[in-house]
C-alpha cells in the first residue's frame, strides 16, 4: 500500500507540473481527489484495513491528500499569473504599422473655442488660471464688490449647497484669488463651467461658459481693454472685426462696459442674428473696482487693470452658427455632425 501511494503521488505531481492549462488541473484534481479519485478511494477503503494499518495507511494517504491539494493551488496561480502576464505582453503590444483609424468623435465647440482663446492669449503673455466650481459666497460676491444684501445679486440666482457655498454664477469668482496669488502685474485668464438658475431659453442656460481675463499693471487704461479684445476677435472670427463699448453696470469695475462687435454675418447692415441692429453684444468689461483690487491685496493707487467676462458659449454659438445655446449641452451627436467639427 505504501508503494501504491509513492507511485499515486509521483504520478499526480509529474502530471500537475506538466499541465499547462485550469482545465488540465481540475481534471488532475477529479482524477486524484474527486469523488472516484485515486486517493479518495484510499481513504474510503480505510474502514476494511486492520486497525494498525488503518492508522497507518490513513495518516499518509491524508498527508498525500494535503500535498496534493497544497500542489493544486499553487499550480493554479502560477498559471493565472501566467495568463495575466500573456494578457498584458498582448495588450501592451503596439503594432506601429497598423494603418490609422478613422478618427471616431470630435472635440466638443466650447472646448475648441476655449483652446483657440487660450492660445491666442497665451501668446499675448497671459496666463491660464483654473476656478473652482464649487465656490464660497466671499470669493463669488463679496471679493467682487457685491455685499450682501447688494440688488446685483439678484441678477445671479444659483444653486445653494447645504454647507453655505454655492455653484459658481461667474468666472469672475476666481478674481480676488488669482490677485492673492500672483499680486501686480499680472496678466491672467480664467476659463470655467458656470450656473444659474433662470428661465432657459435660446440663448439661456442654467450651465454655460465663461472666460474670464484681467490685466493689472501700471497705467493700465480702456485702450488696452479695446485693443486686446479687438485683436483676440479678430483672431477667433478670422476677420478683422469692430467693436465698440456701450456703459454698463457691474458692481466690480468702474466703469463699466458692455462690449458689442459689428455683426459678423452682415457687416453692421442689419441681419435676422444681430436683431437688425448690426452690433451684437458679447462681452462685460470694464476697469477693476479699486475696492476689488484692495481686497486682493494690490495698491489701487499704484496699479489699475481691466476685466472682462467673455460668454464662452455664446461665442461658440456664434462662431458655428448655432441658433440655440441649449443644443451645446444636449449631447446631441447630430448637432457636431451638421456643424463639421472635425
Ligand atoms: C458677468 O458674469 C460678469 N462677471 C462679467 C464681467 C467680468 C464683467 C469682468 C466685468 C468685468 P454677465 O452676467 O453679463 O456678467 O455674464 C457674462 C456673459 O456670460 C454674458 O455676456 C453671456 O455671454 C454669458 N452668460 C450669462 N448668463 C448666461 C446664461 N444663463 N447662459 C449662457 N450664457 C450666459
Known amino acids: 500500500m505504501n508503494e501504491k501511494?509513492?507511485?499515486?503521488?509521483?504520478e499526480a505531481l509529474q502530471m500537475l507540473e506538466q499541465a499547462k492549462s485550469l482545465?488540465?488541473?481540475?481534471?488532475i484534481r477529479i482524477a486524484y481527489l474527486g469523488k472516484k479519485g485515486k486517493i479518495s478511494l484510499i481513504l474510503k477503503d480505510l474502514k476494511n484495513l486492520e486497525v494498525e494499518e488503518r492508522k497507518n495507511v490513513g495518516k499518509i494517504a491524508n498527508a498525500l491528500k494535503q500535498e496534493i491539494e497544497e500542489k493544486i493551488e499553487s499550480k493554479k496561480e502560477?498559471?493565472?499569473?501566467?495568463?495575466?502576464?500573456?494578457e498584458i505582453k498582448q495588450q501592451s503590444f503596439i503594432d506601429l504599422t497598423v494603418p490609422v483609424k478613422k478618427t471616431i468623435g470630435s472635440l466638443h465647440p466650447i472646448t475648441i473655442v476655449q483652446k483657440e482663446l487660450e492660445e491666442i492669449f497665451a501668446s499675448m503673455g497671459f496666463t491660464i488660471e483654473d476656478g473652482n466650481e464649487v465656490e464660497t459666497e466671499y470669493n463669488n460676491f463679496e471679493a467682487v464688490n457685491v455685499p450682501k444684501y447688494h440688488p446685483a445679486r439678484?441678477?445671479?440666482d444659483t444653486f445653494w449647497l447645504e454647507n453655505g457655498q454655492l455653484l459658481k454664477t461667474q468666472t469672475s469668482a476666481a478674481q480676488n484669488k488669482i490677485m492673492l496669488?500672483?499680486?501686480a502685474p499680472l496678466k491672467a485668464i480664467f476659463p470655467g463651467r458656470c450656473f444659474r438658475n433662470e428661465a432657459l431659453d435660446a440663448s439661456h442656460e442654467n450651465t454655460f461658459f465663461q472666460m474670464e481675463g484681467m490685466m493689472i499693471d501700471k497705467e493700465v487704461s480702456i485702450s488696452n481693454l479695446i485693443y486686446f479684445m479687438k485683436t483676440l476677435l479678430s483672431e477667433v472670427f478670422k476677420k478683422e472685426v469692430d467693436?465698440?463699448?456701450r456703459p454698463g453696470?457691474?458692481?466690480f469695475v468702474e466703469p463699466g462696459f458692455e462690449l458689442d462687435i459689428?455683426?459678423?454675418y452682415c457687416g453692421g447692415t442689419g441681419c435676422k442674428v444681430c436683431k437688425h441692429g448690426g452690433w451684437i453684444e458679447l462681452c462685460p468689461c470694464g476697469m477693476i473696482h479699486p475696492n476689488v483690487l484692495k481686497m486682493g491685496k494690490i495698491d489701487p493707487d499704484e496699479y489699475s487693470g481691466f476685466a472682462f467676462g467673455l460668454g464662452l458659449s455664446r461665442l461658440a454659438m456664434m462662431k458655428y452658427g448655432i441658433n440655440d445655446l441649449r443644443l451645446l449641452n444636449s449631447g446631441d451627436i447630430r448637432v457636431l455632425k451638421q456643424m463639421n467639427i472635425k
Do not use: A, N
Request: proline share 3%; charged share 35%.
Open 249 to 251: 453696470y457691474f458692481p
Open 262 to 264: 459689428k455683426c459678423i
Open 78 to 86: 502560477e498559471l493565472q499569473e501566467q495568463m495575466l502576464e500573456e
Open 154 to 156: 439678484d441678477m445671479q
Open 5 to 10: 501511494m509513492q507511485e499515486i503521488k509521483k
Open 181 to 183: 496669488k500672483y499680486g
Open 243 to 245: 467693436v465698440r463699448l
Open 23 to 27: 482545465q488540465e488541473v481540475e481534471q
